[in-house]
């Protein structure tokens, strides 16, 4: 996918716009299967990241499975044709309700908390759970999207091993998986493989394992030169331990994991188009078409997208802020050395396949944007741009008259 390319997306489809390159999302998927070495890997990517049906189904053309956290993104599973036993239901502070239907849906259930547990195991001990276990290890450096640590709410407490057998024993369940999802970013290996010594441990305790899911947290890189995941170094090292646990626990297990970002992030693209260009007395403000609205992550995360000028790449660099069109403080990026941008120019934010689109709003009543993917040198619309009759659609209109008096339908 060239600057060229995606100038003539943005051409074709107009701005803004979210451009994924399938390409990149393939070999992503063959790197991480190529580095696990073990008798059965499951890979279930993280639906959350980005849930667009076309994107589900070349991944599951790969056989890749989901991972889900609501019923909604279970059943846009299903619409994208994968095989229920392939899904993952992993969800945090849901309703019994809401488990009960995926159960009807036919997905893999993964409990995170003893309350539902035991009340799941008293209604329906016949159908096989994973439970979510929290390590409390610290995972990266950002507490913001750090989740194994001890006032995380994530997950079933380490120290709660004793309770949770208890539940387990009593309402006669099984239990076929053992799960912990540690944090978003793993830089350091050896916290990673020292949380998952601990669910080893953990995992001794049951005798009906299928499988060990060890969450996602692989990091990708932002800017040049960040430091990622060492997937290969990884799954060599954690290959090893876990070949060694089914040796000790007497059975083949499959080893699972649920990438989201490390599967879409950088196949993604975000092109806006910059309205203005506006010099203050100390900055240079380069205004897009676009907001938080459409991408949140560094005003929420302070997640940093590199943000390239595809209009006039060629050009001097000079330093800007590029800030969204939101009555809100909405600024992408500041003091960013960019090719000198001019109005009408179209940037090019980098890593937005993951979190980008799923966590767009129509905030100022704007439309979402559409979704394009690159497929073999050809742009294919993947999702529309939104319309006036989106942002009405489920609006149900009332009258008033001489102010403020309703008007009665019949
Ligand atoms: C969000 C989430 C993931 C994916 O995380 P990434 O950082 O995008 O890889 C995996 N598992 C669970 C349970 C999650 O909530």
């Known amino acids: 996918m060239t600057q060229k390319d995606l100038l003539a997306i943005a051409d074709?489809?107009?701005?803004?716009?979210?451009v994924y390159d399938a390409e990149k999302i393939i070999s992503q998927y063959?790197?991480?299967?190529?580095?696990?070495?073990?008798?059965?890997?499951?890979?279930?990517y993280a639906v959350k990241a980005l849930s667009n049906i076309s994107i589900l189904k070349l991944l599951n053309s790969l056989g890749c499975g989901l991972d889900t956290v609501s019923v909604q993104e279970v059943r846009l599973g299903l619409e994208a044709g994968v095989d229920p036993s392939k899904i993952i239901y992993t969800p945090n502070g849901v309703s019994l309700e809401e488990i009960e239907e995926v159960v009807k849906l036919g997905a893999q259930i993964n409990?995170?908390?003893?309350?539902?547990?035991?009340?799941?195991g008293s209604r329906h001990p016949e159908i096989p759970v994973c439970i979510r276990i929290n390590p409390h290890v610290m995972a990266g450096g950002n507490s913001k999207i750090s989740v194994g640590h001890i006032d995380s709410k994530f997950g079933i407490s380490i120290h709660q091993m004793p309770h949770l057998l208890r539940i387990v024993e009593n309402t006669g369940m099984h239990i076929?998986?053992?799960?912990?999802?540690?944090?978003?970013?793993?830089?350091?290996?050896?916290?990673?493989?020292?949380?998952?010594?601990?669910l080893f441990e953990?995992?001794?305790?049951?005798?009906?394992?299928?499988?060990?899911?060890?969450?996602?947290?692989?990091?990708?890189?932002?800017?040049e030169g960040d430091i990622e995941t060492d997937i290969?170094?990884?799954?060599?090292?954690?290959?090893?331990?876990f070949d060694k646990f089914c040796k000790e626990y007497g059975r083949e297990l499959a080893l699972a994991f649920e990438p989201g970002k490390y599967l879409v992030s950088e196949a993604g693209k975000f092109l806006a188009k910059v309205n203005v260009i506006k010099q203050t007395t100390s900055t240079v403000f380069a205004g897009v078409d676009t907001g938080f609205n459409h991408l949140i992550r560094p005003m929420f995360y302070g997640s940093h997208h590199h943000i390239e000028n595809i209009s006039n790449p060629d050009a001097k660099k000079r330093f800007y802020s590029v800030v969204g069109y939101i009555c809100e403080t909405d600024t992408f990026g500041s003091n960013r050395q960019i090719a000198e941008i001019r109005e009408g120019d179209i940037l090019s934010f980098s890593n937005a396949g993951a979190y980008s689109f799923s966590m767009a709003s129509n905030f100022n009543s704007r439309y979402r944007p559409p979704e394009v993917l690159w497929y073999k040198g050809k742009a294919h619309l993947i999702r529309e741009r939104e319309t006036f009759e989106d942002l009405t659609r489920h609006q149900v209109v009332m009258d008033f008259e001489d102010s403020g008096k309703l008007v009665e339908k019949n």
């Open 111 to 120: 409990i995170d908390n003893l309350s539902i547990l035991e009340q799941f």
């Open 176 to 198: 076929n998986g053992i799960h912990m999802h540690t944090g978003s970013d793993i830089l350091d290996i050896g916290v990673f493989l020292y949380a998952s010594e601990i």
């Open 30 to 44: 063959k790197r991480l299967t190529s580095a696990f070495k073990v008798n059965e890997l499951r890979i279930h």
């Open 232 to 241: 290969e170094d990884l799954g060599a090292q954690l290959t090893k331990k």
């Open 12 to 18: 074709e489809f107009g701005s803004p716009v979210y």
């Open 202 to 223: 953990a995992a001794k305790n049951f005798k009906e394992l299928e499988f060990i899911d060890f969450g996602s947290g692989f990091k990708v890189p932002y800017r």
